[in-house]
């Protein structure tokens, strides 16, 4: 069975492409949840200290 290395190629070439967007989408929110998980715990401790 001979595949077609072109196909192979734009296989390959999509699969990267739709797990690049995956894990940069996934980064993105987890980054948005750090961050304001971060703002909610300063603001805790600055209410505490007060």
Do not use: C, E, P
């Not at 492409?17 to 949840?33: E, K, N, S, V």
């Amino acid at each position: 069975m001979k595949t077609n290395t072109k196909v192979g190629f734009y296989g390959r070439f999509f699969m990267f492409l739709i797990i690049g967007m995956l894990t940069a989408t996934t980064l993105m929110t987890f980054d948005l949840i750090t961050f304001y998980f971060f703002k909610y715990l300063i603001f805790i401790i600055k209410g505490a200290n007060s």
